[in-house]
């Protein structure tokens, strides 16, 4: 008998069939990756498993027991523990208060500091943290080392299932490389791991199995040696991707977005670009180098401190709507907190900003559904909540939003986070040919292939300075990452 054993798991929200009689079996010393596209019931039954809702049907053992846990609290109780994309720490509290945090009263009753400390501090040294400060707020850590304190929490439990849920999609490589190793201890250790991911590259070289869930239902479960990546890519999506990247041959024409010398607060400290009609410009660059805040400084989010921005005729620092009427259009790195309102339908997200011009709701409608069919929303129509989707759905809709307003410049800050392959694949589709149309990028991303893939040409931030434009050609991912670290 499996250590973990999920069997029969059903789960209806209304009309919708999120898992249909799903099966998944998971063992001590194990890394068992879940995989399948946006949608496809990943996270649904992650929750049951934890203990955040209760399925229609199945059962669970764990550890030879029936295993039904009533909340999330009694899930940890039992030895799961969850690491989300969004870290569930306490910003204001110290590296000791948010590992121990929860654990006092279950389990340690009083006790006292340097107690704690030892039992935070052998958490960590476990996982290859041995000198972090434990006394340090957990805001001033990167997300990194943020995860890795998440990580170790899970240690100091004694949780016997970690659940990693895209635990790199906010990583640089280098940290996503000491990441694995963590991820390696725990396996060691004899952890049982349960790996969401929509890289799978990093599934090949972490996972020993992979389940593939396809349309609520598991369509497998296999060693991963035995599949690669286009393998796991047919389950998942039921055809081959030939060409992830397509790139259809462009000349750039006038220049529509020109950036010079720009200082805003408290970055870039110094960026000067130009993007012409018909090109797709990449910018890369670590975790806090100041990419997200060049784009919003661009886009009138953050304050100019001095320079100039030129989008087509139009000079001079604007607001974000004055940006709108220019034709300039931004897609936010943080969809829940300023791309999208999570309670209102898919409809009125996707044609909001197009007021004032007010349109009838059979077109908004209309123009929805076309837009859903489109980038393949998986959802139930334009009035379901934004907030129901799966976060692979929510942010098709937050893309699909900037192409409905038709801009002329779009800003793109890491588009295809959460975005599984085929999506993926049809968002590259929707970049070469707004390309072609004459439209231009500008497309921040941590992921190098994509840049790589999709650009003309790419520049390197590095603390605040933005450096030269180059043509890809020239580029590789080692070239990009010596000069994204300063080397
Ligand atoms: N609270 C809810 N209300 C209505 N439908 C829901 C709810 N939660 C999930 N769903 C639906 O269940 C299905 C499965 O969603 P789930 O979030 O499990 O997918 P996922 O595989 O995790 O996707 P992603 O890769 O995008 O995170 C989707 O169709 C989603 O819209």
Redesign the pocket.
């Known amino acids: 008998m499996s250590f973990l054993h999920m069997s029969g798991i059903s789960k209806r929200?209304?009309a919708?069939v999120?898992l249909d009689g799903v099966e998944l079996q998971v063992e001590r010393g194990e890394v068992h990756a879940l995989v399948?596209?946006?949608?496809?019931?990943?996270?649904?039954?992650m929750r049951i498993l934890a203990g955040a809702i209760q399925p229609d049907e199945g059962t669970m053992t764990l550890d030879g027991k029936p295993y039904h846990p009533s909340s999330p609290m009694d899930a940890r109780k039992s030895g799961i523990a969850m690491i989300y994309q969004e870290l569930a720490l306490c910003p204001d509290l110290s590296v000791t208060e948010n590992v121990l945090l929860g654990m006092e009263d279950t389990r340690l009753g009083f006790v006292r500091q340097s107690e704690q400390h030892e039992r935070v501090r052998a958490a960590l040294t476990q996982l290859g943290y041995p000198h972090l400060d434990l006394n340090a707020p957990v805001r001033n850590l990167p997300i990194a080392v943020r995860q890795i304190v998440e990580i170790a929490r899970a240690v100091a439990l004694g949780s016997s299932v970690v659940v990693l849920d895209e635990p790199t999609s906010s990583l640089t490589q280098a940290d996503a490389q000491k990441l694995f190793e963590v991820v390696r201890t725990l396996k060691a250790e004899g952890h049982a791991i349960i790996y969401i991911s929509?890289f799978l590259d990093e599934i090949k070289l972490l996972a020993d199995r992979l389940t593939v869930?396809r349309d609520?239902n598991n369509v497998g479960t296999l060693p991963a040696a035995e599949v690669d990546a286009n393998g796991i890519v047919t389950l998942m999506v039921g055809r081959t991707i030939d060409d992830v990247y397509p790139r259809s041959e462009r000349t750039p024409g006038l220049p529509i977005l020109e950036v010079n010398e720009l200082m805003g607060r408290p970055k870039p400290d110094e960026a000067t670009l130009e993007l012409r009609r018909g090109e797709v410009l990449g910018i890369a660059g670590l975790n806090g180098s100041g990419r997200t805040e060049l784009l919003r400084t661009i886009f009138g989010l953050e304050a100019v401190r001095s320079g100039k921005v030129k989008v087509g005729k139009f000079e001079g620092a604007a607001q974000p709507h004055q940006r709108w009427d220019q034709g300039l259009g931004m897609l936010s790195e943080d969809r829940k907190e300023e791309g999208l309102a999570l309670t209102m339908p898919i409809a009125d997200n996707l044609t909001l900003t197009k007021l004032p011009r007010i349109i009838s709701s059979t077109r908004q409608a209309a123009d929805t559904a076309i837009w859903i069919d489109k980038m393949k929303v998986?959802?139930r129509g334009p009035e379901q909540a934004i907030g129901?989707?799966?976060?692979?759905?929510q942010q098709k809709v937050a893309i699909a939003r900037l192409l409905y307003h038709e801009v002329d410049v779009l800003l793109l800050d890491e588009p295809t986070r959460?975005i599984?392959v085929g999506s993926k694949e049809q968002i590259y589709g929707v970049i070469d040919a707004l390309a072609l149309e004459g439209k231009a990028v500008l497309m921040v991303s941590s992921y190098l292939p994509e840049l790589l893939g999709v650009c003309d040409r790419i520049a390197v931030m590095h603390k605040g300075r933005l450096g030269p434009a180059r043509p890809v050609n020239e580029l590789s991912q080692e070239s990009i990452m010596q000069e994204a670290a300063g080397a």
């Open positions: 929200f209304g919708t999120a399948g596209e946006n949608g496809s019931g990943k996270s649904t039954l929509h869930l609520g998986r959802c129901e989707l799966s976060g692979g759905n959460g599984d």
